[in-house]
């Protein structure tokens, strides 16, 4: 069975790092861009960040422009995201998201249709 299950999520101070990984099983990721949703209390769902399948190509939200970084290791099957100056305003439940797509441009706006479960990430003020 296809899935994707998200890991690294935890309580963090304020200026602190984290880096979240995504494990691909059941199916070849190779072949899909990746991305990094995330979804605080009360709010909608927004896009974080996105990787094309070959890791050429990367995309952020402005909001964490600069400080966070997306990656992807095809062989391990795995995308990591690396979180580092944490804000209070990044907690949030992290999702891992995958759409089969060999484009490299407009990351953000496909439809991402493979969905981790999530893992919570909270940052102390």
């Known amino acids: 069975q296809e899935q994707l299950v998200e890991s690294g999520g935890g309580l963090v101070q304020a200026g602190g790092s984290l880096r979240l990984s995504c494990g691909a099983s059941?199916?070849?990721?190779?072949?899909?861009?990746m991305a990094w949703f995330r979804q605080a209390p009360g709010k909608e769902r927004e896009f974080v960040a996105a990787?094309?399948?070959?890791?050429?190509?990367?995309h952020y939200a402005d909001s964490v422009k600069g400080r966070f970084i997306i990656s992807r290791d095809n062989a391990k099957n795995t995308v990591y995201l690396q979180m580092n100056s944490l804000k209070f305003e990044d907690t949030a439940v992290y999702y891992c998201?995958?759409?089969?797509?060999?484009?490299?441009?407009?990351?953000?706006?496909?439809?991402?249709?493979?969905w981790g479960q999530g893992t919570q990430v909270t940052v102390s003020s």
């Open positions: 059941g199916r070849t990721f190779r072949n899909c861009a």
């Open positions: 990787i094309s399948w070959s890791g050429g190509s990367t």
């Open positions: 998201a995958a759409v089969r797509t060999l484009a490299d441009t407009g990351l953000q706006f496909f439809k991402y249709d493979y």
